[in-house]
């Protein structure tokens, strides 16, 4: 299927791998917010603090920047009495970020966040398909308005709420991409396998201009997961947007492990293993997107890596074990169609 143009699109065809931004919550929380507290609220409420993320991360050298809606559907907020302003929250949000792109002085993707609604759907939950197409459409068309260049479906863990979230990005009319989180035992909650991740919503519109993984467990874990990814489809656009390390508790505080040297060579190595899109997900800082940055304007093309490697330069796996692993390692060296 042919993918519709698209400013994503165009942008990858024009610089060959795109850097995708860094973590918007852990971001949010070392400027005041607390825990419990929405973040898509700050979009009214500290407008300029949510223009500060955006161009922190853009003067970092972040090509793609998400706007601050991943809980911006109305099963998310309302657990804070708001969903009744999901169209205005989610345009005030695509509109902060829409300005910092286009005062970027380069060209910068709006991509309109969008995570999973918190629900089950039927037969594991009440959620009825239609209703979270719905759900999702009324959040997409509130980015839209707003400037979104493109629905970015992220964390996702059901192949059914992928592909109502596609649905709803064809019914508004927007290009979309989306992202599993592969964090229980390699695959996501819902037993879907990073392998099985291309085919989910290829007959939705025009198709997905990216699929790929973010969150999980930690940089060598989504790495190995890359690997899956793109033997299965080695001409398909993929997404890694890796946590920045591993997260540790230091008392009642989440830190992550990752430093930007880490990073740097956690991103070296996503583009030595396919991925076209490269970001950060929870933990990743401007400091570690910038050393990001630098390292794939710099690098110089390596061979595939195998499992072996990416132990060897960032660490351990943390989510599968060595059979887990063993599929990827054996097929690390050569590509399927």
């Not at 003067?59 to 205005?88: M, Y």
């Not at 695509?94 to 966040?113: C, L, T």
Request: hydrophobic residues 40%.
């Amino acid at each position: 299927m042919t993918a519709i143009a698209n400013p994503l699109s165009e942008l990858l065809a024009e610089r060959g791998v795109l850097l995708a931004d860094g973590a918007t919550g852990t971001s949010l929380f070392a400027m005041g917010l607390e825990a419990g507290e929405a973040p898509e609220l700050w979009n009214e409420a500290h407008p300029e603090r949510i223009t500060k993320l955006h161009q922190d991360f853009v003067d970092a050298g972040a090509d793609i920047i998400l706007t601050n809606t991943f809980g911006g559907t109305r099963h998310r907020l309302k657990l804070h009495q708001a969903e009744d302003r999901v169209h205005d929250l989610n345009r005030k949000a695509a509109e902060i970020a829409r300005a910092v792109a286009d005062n970027a002085g380069r060209k910068v993707i709006v991509a309109g966040s969008v995570g999973p609604t918190g629900e089950l759907l039927i037969p594991l939950g009440a959620l009825v398909y239609e209703d979270a197409v719905a759900a999702f459409a009324e959040q997409m068309e509130g980015l839209k308005a707003g400037g979104a260049d493109i629905a970015w479906i992220e964390t996702m863990s059901s192949p059914d709420e992928i592909r109502a979230a596609a649905e709803a990005a064809d019914k508004v009319g927007l290009p979309y991409t989306y992202t599993g989180s592969f964090d229980t035992a390699g695959k996501t909650m819902m037993g879907l396998h990073p392998r099985d991740i291309h085919g989910i919503a290829s007959d939705i519109g025009s198709g997905p201009v990216a699929v790929g993984a973010n969150c999980g467990v930690g940089a060598s874990d989504i790495l190995a997961s890359l690997l899956d990814m793109s033997n299965a489809d080695p001409e398909a656009t993929i997404i890694i947007k890796g946590n920045c390390g591993i997260p540790e508790f230091r008392g009642s505080e989440i830190h992550y492990s990752g430093t930007p040297p880490l990073m740097a060579e956690y991103a070296r190595l996503a583009r030595d293993a396919g991925a076209r899109i490269i970001g950060g997900c929870c933990g990743t800082s401007c400091g570690h997107l910038a050393a990001m940055r630098q390292a794939l304007d710099s690098h110089t093309p390596r061979a595939r890596p195998t499992i072996e490697t990416i132990v060897e330069l960032i660490g351990p796996l943390r989510n599968k074990t060595a059979d887990d692993a063993a599929p990827a390692r054996e097929r690390s060296g050569r590509r399927r169609g």
